[in-house]
């Protein structure tokens, strides 16, 4: 599975952005998708999970409320909605998909195939 993520830019806090991951040379419908963020000198966090194969959707304590994961089977295409934004909301956004579904996948060592990474600058 490849994953091509876009969306991302330069936003004002307090702004919106929408990303994107488009999913080919798999079975999209089969796979939980995540996205998560890394920042510059930290390590790799969760922002989201989408409900599907028996695992709920779930969403970091720090975005909740003001990101939402949603997806597309038909276009094999998982978006995230970012509202809100803040400065600490920078960061190199990915998306992931797992074949396991069944709980919650937040590790990122659920998760299988990695998009490149789009980066998400919200200036204060």
């Known amino acids: 599975v490849q994953l091509q993520a876009s969306g991302g830019g330069l936003v004002q806090a307090g702004g919106s952005l929408g990303l994107s991951c488009a999913a080919s040379?798999?079975?999209?419908?089969?796979?939980?998708m995540g996205w998560f963020r890394q920042a510059p000198g930290k390590e790799r966090e969760f922002v989201a999970t989408?409900?599907?194969?028996?695992?709920?959707?779930f969403y970091a304590n720090s975005v909740k409320g003001r990101f939402t994961i949603s997806r597309d089977n038909a276009k094999a295409t998982v978006y995230l909605q970012m509202n809100s934004l803040k400065p600490e909301d920078t960061a190199v956004y990915f998306c992931?998909?797992?074949?396991?579904?069944?709980?919650?996948?937040?590790?990122?060592?659920?998760?299988?195939?990695w998009g490149q990474g789009t980066l998400v600058t919200v200036s204060s």
């Open positions: 992931a998909a797992t074949p396991y579904g069944g709980r919650v996948r937040s590790n990122p060592h659920d998760y299988t195939y």
């Open positions: 040379g798999g079975t999209f419908s089969t796979y939980v």
């Open positions: 989408d409900s599907w194969s028996g695992a709920p959707t």
